[in-house]
């Protein structure tokens, strides 16, 4: 038997793009659906397009920036 393999895939159309960050705060359900899917073992992959005036076309593969999706409170109101 094979094992099926799994993939998220993002294509940033901005040719200038070095890498690929989830906008958390504006969709917190994709972000919790994107991180359930990567811990159950999906692979994500990101690539940058190649703009001209002739059309658009898969690039590059960029980095994926996978943050902290609960990052700590900032310490900047607790002072003593």
Same mark, same amino acid.
Do not use: N, W
């Given at each position: ?22 906008? $958390? ?20 992959? =990101?690539? $940058? ?9 898969? =690039? ?21």
């Amino acid at each position: 038997m094979t094992a099926a393999v799994q993939a998220t895939r993002s294509l940033i159309q901005i040719g200038s793009a070095r890498r690929f960050k989830l906008a $958390r705060d504006i969709d917190p359900a994709y972000g919790a659906a994107f991180d359930a899917a990567r811990a159950m073992g999906v692979e994500a992959i =990101a690539y $940058r397009c190649g703009i001209s005036c002739e059309g658009i076309e898969v =690039a590059e593969p960029v980095s994926i920036e996978e943050s902290d999706p609960y990052p700590p409170a900032s310490s900047a109101h607790s002072r003593a």
